[in-house]
């Protein structure tokens, strides 16, 4: 049997795609032990490879496919495929920023100010680019990790990925400007993608988990109505499109159906019961598929 190999990213985009994949369709089953996770798909062969590696691997055909930031595939300058645009990062939907950031009783209130300072960061290409564009000249050194704690003593500032700025914060950082805003790829090999199977395969792949990302927050809500309060209840139904009605097996009475923001279904199942609905249901979604 064929067999598609999937790079499944380690380290803190690990548990976050994991769940993607359940919510998809496909579970997945790691071994700490093991850098081969089981997935309950026979045409697909997982393996764990940090994201920061992931695109190197996939370049060269070692895996047919696999996920990590846009911010890895610029950084280590591989010629891969994006396949598709998955919004999400390791604290749930939303995308990482990498920001330039100093200690929050730095004199720096530009990169400008930066000339011929030291700058520690995971992605030295991404910031020597940032630098040359803002015609700054710095010396930017890698960081093997804990990059917050090196300003001041061994950085005089750092460029570090954050979603929220809470560890900054919690370092004592202060974000001067954003380097790069980055989001989570699904990347293919050149070769693989002029494979029909494994393309095929790669479609569907992709089609799910954005079906999965895109019903992230979102809940679908079914009611029952009489025809003539239908109107006042459709004025009130947010949809992605439009609610499906439907009619019931009394003519006097209709079905209608809606997918809605999840963040709104407290002020709206209250509103609905007063334009006389009945039988109102919320129930989770794990895909929607446009």
């Known amino acids: ?18 769940e993607l994949f359940a919510r998809a ?15 309950d798909d026979p045409e697909i062969g997982c393996l764990m490879v940090r994201a920061q590696e992931m695109a190197r691997y ?13 911010d890895w595939i610029l950084e280590t300058g591989t010629d891969v495929i994006e396949v ?13 920023r990498w920001v330039l950031a100093v200690p929050e009783d730095s004199p720096v209130k530009t990169v400008h100010d930066l000339e011929g300072k030291v700058i520690a960061t995971e992605v030295v290409r991404l910031t020597e680019k940032y630098l040359a564009e803002n015609g700054v000249r710095a010396r930017v050194e890698f960081s093997w990790g804990a990059t917050e704690v090196k300003p ?15 560890s900054l914060r919690a370092h004592h950082l202060r974000i001067v400007d ?12 050149r070769v693989a993608r002029e494979d029909p199977w494994k393309q095929q395969k790669i479609r569907n792949l992709a089609l799910l988990l954005e079906g999965a990302i895109a019903a992230y927050n979102r809940v679908g809500v079914m009611l ?53 609905a009945q039988g109102i249901v919320e129930y989770p979604l794990n895909k929607i598929v446009f």
């Open 58 to 70: 996939v370049e060269s055909g070692t895996l047919d496919a696999g996920l990590t930031g846009k």
């Open 152 to 166: 001041p003593q061994l950085a005089d500032a750092i460029v570090e990925a954050t979603e929220t700025g809470a």
């Open 224 to 276: 029952n109505v009489r025809q003539e309060d239908l109107p006042a209840v459709l004025a009130i139904l947010p949809a992605l499109q439009n609610p499906t009605v439907s009619p019931l097996s009394d003519p006097r009475w209709v079905a209608v159906n809606t997918v809605v923001e999840e963040e709104v279904v407290r002020e709206l199942i209250p509103r609905l019961k007063a334009a006389r």
């Open 178 to 189: 954003t380097v790069l805003e980055s989001t989570t790829k699904l990347i293919a090999n």
């Open 84 to 96: 598709a645009d998955l919004v999400y990062a390791k604290q749930g939907l939303g995308r990482v």
């Open 25 to 39: 369709g496909w579970r997945i089953t790691v071994n700490a032990r093991s850098y081969f996770p089981t997935i």
């Open 1 to 18: 049997m064929r067999q598609l190999r999937l790079g499944i990213p380690t380290g803190s985009l690990q548990r976050a795609t994991l």
